[in-house]
């Protein structure tokens, strides 16, 4: 288990991940007290020297420093996310993009090559990574989005009690890149830079995840992540590999279910050969985007049984591992197929739909419990667990058990006795 984080998983702290699933206990009435300021940044310097840091690094680095509100006001703003799933994907999978991705390919197509041929991670899938998480590396030179590594670790580690251990052992992590010169910081004014949750360079690694995956791939002795293409996509596959990617093998496709398909099926968690799903008349949504017949995928329906349906293959997992929130693994899906050419998914979206607000989130969770429907909780967030107790509690009223939560599905359940 390679995640940093046990609420948070994902080799970063992106905006969408934890706003999905959040986790910071910022403001959580269990959390302990945080230390003032300056108490805590000397033990941030006791700490970075139990973990080889130099006295003299770490004090140049933290002794002066200021927290960064910007940074707390982010984590914290995190909670309540309403935004559609299609929303999200069509915000990052966009034309612009997608043409922005192609001239990458096309002007990195030395590299990919070399990458495919060492790591046997796919060139899309690496390009997608890279338009999601820095927009090719745009992102970088943004002001207004990269903040200094060491300061905004030092801000979370210190302002965020609760998840004080993770946030001070990346902080250290960072610390420690800085003492083995492995940064380009001739390139970096602002000295090590990341996001405002430290994460990394052209595809976002927290400092942890570079010391165990990141490699000097054009050999210049630096694993640069930062400023060089070739080392940033190369660690990147590394990742990849390392979490279990299965070369030749894609993430999935689009399928197309049959009339009065039964949306149980789509339960997320079965995987049947491609042969047995196309004896219950799923077939790929476009021919030839599936391979042969013994492989096996597991069909889930993201919006419902009236939006687009995916048979993904255990590769979808490894992307999963990067960030867990599902918006986020389709978007690198979709964003991956359409760098390859593909024309778009067949199906559209339930655009109509309204999204619930956190409240009505856990309203829906008190009444499925109460009507016996376990959902491991009243937290807001729609995971697996509730998805299945909104499968159970569908079909016990006639419903598609396709486990999608919309405005109409909790007027159901309140109106439901
Ligand atoms: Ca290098």
Redesign the pocket.
Known sequence: MSSPTRHCPGIRRAVLACALAPSLALAAPDAPAPLPFEACRADLIAFAATQAVPQGLADAQLANLAPDPDVLAAATNQGEFVRPLWDYIEASVTPARIEAGRAKLAEHAETFAAIEARYGVDRHILAAFWGVESSFGAVLDNPAVVKPVVRSLATLACGDPARAPYWRTELAAALQILAWNQAPLERMPGGLTGSWAGAMGHTQFMPSVYHRDAV?????????IWT?V??ALASTANYLRAHGWKPGEGWGAEARLPEGFDAALADETTPRSLAAWRALGVRPARPDTLPDEAAEATLILPAGIRGPAFLIRPNFAVILRYNTALAYALTVALLSDRLRGDPGLVRDWPRGDRVLTGDERRDLQTRLIARGFATGGVDGKIGPKTRAALRAFQGSVGLPADGYVDAALLDRIRGTP
């Open positions: 000097d791939f054009d050999g210049d002795g630096r694993r640069d060089s070739p080392d």
